[in-house]
């Protein structure tokens, strides 16, 4: 190992890998017993998981309160969706429709509804540069309504507008070089969101965040944006619309 990089994880400014953290407990001779518990350590440190149902216990209302502090704190957001609308863009519908099937009181559904909605007075932060990816079957999954979509379509070309706000769209129709794996949130590209079936797990190895960065700018390269991307979602209303006419 270097003396320079040595160097950065002494001072905090280089998370070790669990490889560089064996290596050093195997260069200063520590106990096998020491090594277990500092490699353990190492591993909670570069990837946090925590179950949806622990977040559930603690409430739903409370995690949004505080991916809310999170997101006050950041300056760049990168979020890719290939499932849902992303939460800051959702309308109170969607987000109900959503919440809904998660088996909660109507008093839960309410107080996590408005906690949510509360987070996207972050849109209106011209501090903050918010980047949004969305695959086309996003627009197409019938969480709603065809009417309550078209409005959702609406809500996102009027957000797009916004100078500080990216929303792009990856259409069916481009040939695509990567895998819509799952969603997920990159802040200040320092940290990683990952939303799984059973848990959230937060990624913070910087060689780790870079991967999803790279997939992120994959993905940006092949998406429609700006005036293009409104008039995708411009014709994708219409024929929300038209749905709900013949329907």
Do not use: C
Not at 54 to 65: S, T, V
Not at 175 to 200: G, L, P, S
Not at 235 to 246: A, I, K, S, V, Y
Request: net charge negative; charged share 30%.
């Amino acid at each position: 190992m270097s003396v320079s990089k040595l160097s950065k994880i002494e001072t905090g400014r280089l998370t070790p890998s669990v490889a560089d953290v064996e290596r050093i407990l195997g260069a200063i001779g520590v106990s096998e017993e020491v090594k277990s518990e500092y490699l353990e350590l190492a591993r909670e440190e570069l990837t946090e998981a925590t179950a949806w149902r622990l977040i559930q216990r603690m409430g739903l209302h409370k995690a949004q309160e505080q991916t809310r502090a999170l997101e006050a704190q950041m300056t760049l957001l990168r979020l890719f969706q290939p499932a849902l609308i992303p939460g800051l863009l959702q309308t109170p519908e969607y987000i109900r429709a959503i919440l809904g099937r998660h088996g909660l009181t109507e008093d839960v559904l309410d107080k996590t509804t408005q906690s949510r909605l509360a987070r996207q007075t972050v849109l209106y932060d011209s501090g903050k540069e918010l980047n949004f990816i969305m695959t086309e079957n996003v627009l197409r999954w019938r969480i709603v309504s065809s009417a309550r979509m078209a409005e959702q379509v609406d809500r996102l070309i009027s957000l797009s507008r916004l100078p500080h706000v990216d929303i792009r769209i990856v259409p069916f129709a481009v040939e695509q070089n990567d895998i819509a794996n799952h969603a997920f949130v990159i802040r200040d590209d320092r940290t990683v969101a990952v939303e799984t079936v059973h848990a959230e797990v937060v990624v913070t190895d910087p060689r780790d965040v870079a991967l999803y960065v790279d997939k992120f700018v994959r993905f940006a390269d092949v998406s429609v944006s700006g005036e293009e991307m409104r008039t995708f979602l411009t014709g994708l209303r219409d024929d929300l619309l038209r749905e709900r006419e013949t329907g």
